[in-house]
């Protein structure tokens, strides 16, 4: 019993409403799987991610979503509804991106991407080109985090380096 049929139309019931947003959870995480795991363009993302998104179980779906690190954000940057896996802020998989503001000194990976809702911070993390795909290296995080790019050091303060998700690079 997922809709409700009447003469003012067709509506979602409770059920309903927890299966769609699950169905937009799971494609969304797709999608950031696909682009930030795989590696994949966005025009082959798209189409990849919707067939994946049917075979995904909620076991793994979690599995999926701590793996990634529990992100905010489609690669569109539309928001990904929180699962329980999020509440309960489930670490194990270890994660294999991670916003540069947990990521300790030595830290090496690429971005991933960026995730801040005030254009002009992402317009700032643009110019001092920390842009998806460029590698980064954490040089300090304290009191301010300082990261290598290329043979340039950028410092920026813990809540742009929380605007900032890597790709860790594997040991």
């Known amino acids: 019993n997922y809709i409700q049929v009447s003469e003012k139309g067709v509506q979602l019931k409770r059920k309903g409403f927890k299966e769609a947003e699950d169905a937009v959870r799971r494609h969304r995480l797709a999608e950031r799987l696909m682009i930030d795991v795989f590696g994949l363009k966005k025009n082959l993302m798209e189409d990849t991610a919707c067939l994946f998104e049917h075979l995904i179980r909620k076991e793994v779906e979690e599995s999926i979503c701590t793996l990634l690190g529990h992100p905010k954000v489609c690669p569109h940057g539309k928001a990904i509804p929180p699962g329980r896996c999020c509440r309960k802020r489930s670490r194990s998989p ?13 830290t090496k990976g690429r971005v991933a991407y960026l995730h801040t809702g005030d254009n002009k911070k992402l317009g700032k993390l643009m110019t001092m080109g920390i842009l998806p795909g460029v590698l980064v290296e954490v040089v300090q995080t304290f009191p301010s985090h300082v990261f290598k790019i290329g043979h340039m050091q950028v410092a920026v303060d813990r809540e742009m380096a929380g605007d900032i998700f890597v790709r860790l690079r594997r040991k």
């Open 94 to 106: 270890k994660s294999i991106v991670s916003s540069l503001a947990d990521a300790k000194k030595g």
